[in-house]
C-alpha cells in the first residue's frame, strides 16, 4: 500500500516536471518578433523619411527667408520714416517749395485818391508787413511769402537806410504780391472772408497804399527759403557722447 501511495506520489511529480519542461521549452523555441519586411519595403520607408527631411529643411528655409524679408522691410520702415520726418521738418522750416490753398495778397499805391501835387508812396514800412503778418498768423495762415520771399520763424523785417528789407531782400517799389497759404480749402475760404473786412485793409490806406485780396485758389505755390539758416547757441555733438 504504501509503494503504491509512493508510486502515485512520484508519477504527480514526473507529470509536473515534465509539464514544466515543456512549457519552458515552447517559450524558448518561440523567437522575438523581428521585422519581416523585404530590401524594397525598406527602401520605400527610407525614402519617405527621406522626403519628410526635406520638407522640414524646405519649411526652415521658407522660414528664414520670411524673417530676413520682414527684418529688412523692418529696417527700410525705420529709414523711410525718418526720411518722411525729414521732410516734414523741411515743410515745417520753410525749406521746401509747397501747393496748398490760399490767397493771394497785393499792395500797390492809391492812386486815384492822392490829391495832384501830393507824392505817391511807393514803399511799405516794415511796420505795416509785421502787424499784416501778426493779423494773418491769427487768421491760420501757415506758409506766408513776400515779394517772393519766403517768410519763416526767424525772418526779420527792419528799416535800413529808409528801405525796407526782409532777411537782405529788397522791398523799393510797388506793387508786391503776398502769397499765402493755409492747410485745408475751408481754412483759405475763412481766411479770404477775414481779410476781406480786414483792420490791414485801412491801415493800409491811411498809408496811401491799397492792400487788395484775391478769391481763395485751391492750389498755390508758396516758395522755399532760399537764405541760410542761421543757428545759434548750438553746436554739434561729438562722436561718443560725453565720453
Do not use: C
Amino acid at each position: 500500500m504504501d509503494n503504491q501511495k509512493l508510486n502515485a506520489s512520484f508519477t504527480l511529480i514526473a507529470v509536473l516536471v515534465g509539464f514544466m519542461i515543456a512549457v519552458q521549452f515552447q517559450t524558448v523555441k518561440e523567437p522575438a518578433e523581428r521585422d519581416t519586411r523585404d530590401i524594397w519595403q525598406l527602401r520605400e520607408a527610407l525614402l519617405k523619411e527621406k522626403e519628410l527631411q526635406s520638407n522640414l529643411l524646405s519649411e526652415i528655409r521658407s522660414n528664414e527667408e520670411k524673417l530676413a524679408a520682414y527684418e529688412s522691410k523692418r529696417k527700410q520702415s525705420k529709414e523711410q520714416t525718418l526720411i518722411d520726418t525729414l521732410k516734414e521738418l523741411k515743410i515745417e522750416a520753410g525749406l521746401t517749395e509747397i501747393n496748398v490753398p490760399g490767397i493771394t495778397l497785393h499792395i500797390e499805391p492809391v492812386i486815384e485818391e492822392i490829391k495832384p501835387g501830393t507824392p505817391v508812396n511807393k514803399v511799405v514800412s516794415p511796420e505795416l508787413l509785421k502787424r499784416l503778418l501778426n493779423e494773418l498768423n491769427m487768421y491760420e495762415a501757415k506758409y506766408v511769402a513776400i515779394d517772393g520771399q519766403r517768410v519763416i520763424n526767424t525772418t526779420v523785417i527792419r528799416d535800413i537806410n529808409g528801405v525796407t528789407k526782409i532777411d537782405g531782400h529788397t522791398i523799393n517799389s510797388l506793387p508786391i504780391e503776398i502769397i499765402v497759404g493755409v492747410d485745408g480749402n475751408s481754412s483759405a475760404e475763412k481766411l479770404y472772408n477775414r481779410m476781406k473786412v480786414s483792420k490791414s485793409l485801412e491801415e493800409f490806406f491811411i498809408e496811401n497804399l491799397k492792400l487788395s485780396v484775391s478769391r481763395p485758389n485751391l492750389n498755390i505755390t508758396v516758395p522755399a527759403y532760399d537764405n541760410s539758416i542761421r543757428i545759434r547757441y548750438m553746436e554739434p555733438e561729438k562722436e561718443g557722447g560725453d565720453s
